[in-house]
Structure formats: structure tokens, C-alpha cells
């Protein structure tokens, strides 16, 4: 997992990267809230997940090899917004984000996105029982 504050090769910035492979794990639409779950394997004895909150819109695929969140330019986020239908006032609040990675790419729209690292199982954090550390937010 890494951290970045640069900008790539196509010129936006990569938040947040990991190199291990994530799926769509849950979407509950009455929470509006996007998991996305590395599970434990050889390599990463912990879970990773990322936790999107307050999602209005999103683009996926069912499965990322080598995650890298990062920003879109400024015509690509105001298309996203259109698309999603939220208005012009709460626009300041929210994040878009692009997901790529080597399996597919897509966007969230979002209030927050974290990461958490915790649990040596792949079910969980619904378990009370297993700490989970947040290892990166940002809200919008």
C-alpha cells in the first residue's frame, strides 16, 4: 500500500495504490456506502479495504489487480457530476475519484473514502471483535 501526492504519466494525481487485488465485496445503497476488499493471502496476512462513503455515482468492474485511486481533470469530474444528477451547491463536498488498475478501471463519487487494514479472515469488519486501523481517509 502506497500513499502518493505526485502526479502520473497522464498527468492526475494517484492517491492511494496497492498492489494487491480487490473486489466489489458490498454496496448497500441505504447507507450509500462502496466496500471494496483485499482479502488475506500469503503475501498480506491482513484484510485491506476501502471504504467509500456517501457514494452518489459509480462506475465499476468486479475486480482490481494493482489499485491506484486518483484524481480526473476538471472535464471528466464536471461529466461525472451531470451524469449523477447531484447540484452545482453540494458539489464542493464531494470527492470523484478514478479507480485503474492492470484488470479495469471506473469512478466513485463520493463524501469519503478510508482505508482499513485489519482481520485475518476475509468476512469482517462486521465482526465486533476484530480491530480494524484506519490507514488513510480523505473526505471531500
Known amino acids: 500500500m502506497t500513499i502518493h501526492s505526485g502526479n ?8 492511494f495504490s496497492s498492489d494487491r487485488v480487490f473486489r ?14 483485499a482479502a488475506p493471502d ?8 476501502l471504504l467509500f462513503e456517501g457514494v452518489d455515482a459509480m462506475q465499476l468492474v468486479t475486480r ?13 469530474t464536471g461529466r461525472i457530476f451531470e451524469l449523477s ?10 470527492l470523484v475519484l478514478g479507480l485503474r488498475s492492470r ?3 471506473g469512478y466513485v463519487q463520493c463524501l469519503k473514502v478510508s482505508a482499513l487494514l485489519g482481520g485475518t ?11 480494524v486501523d484506519v490507514v488513510w481517509s480523505l473526505r471531500g
Request: charged share 30%; net charge negative.
Open 8 to 15: 502520473d504519466d497522464a498527468g492526475s494525481s494517484v492517491l
Open 24 to 37: 466489489v465485496w458490498r454496496y448497500g445503497s441505504g447507507h450509500s456506502q462502496l466496500l471494496l476488499r
Open 42 to 49: 500469503s503475501a498480506h496476512p491482513v484484510r485491506l479495504d
Open 64 to 76: 482490481y489487480e494493482a489499485l491506484e485511486l486518483h484524481t480526473l481533470d476538471e472535464e471528466e
Open 85 to 94: 444528477g447531484v447540484p452545482a451547491r453540494w458539489r464542493s463536498d464531494r
Open 103 to 105: 484488470s479495469g478501471a
Open 121 to 131: 479472515n476475509v468476512l469482517g469488519p462486521d465482526d465486533p471483535s476484530e480491530s
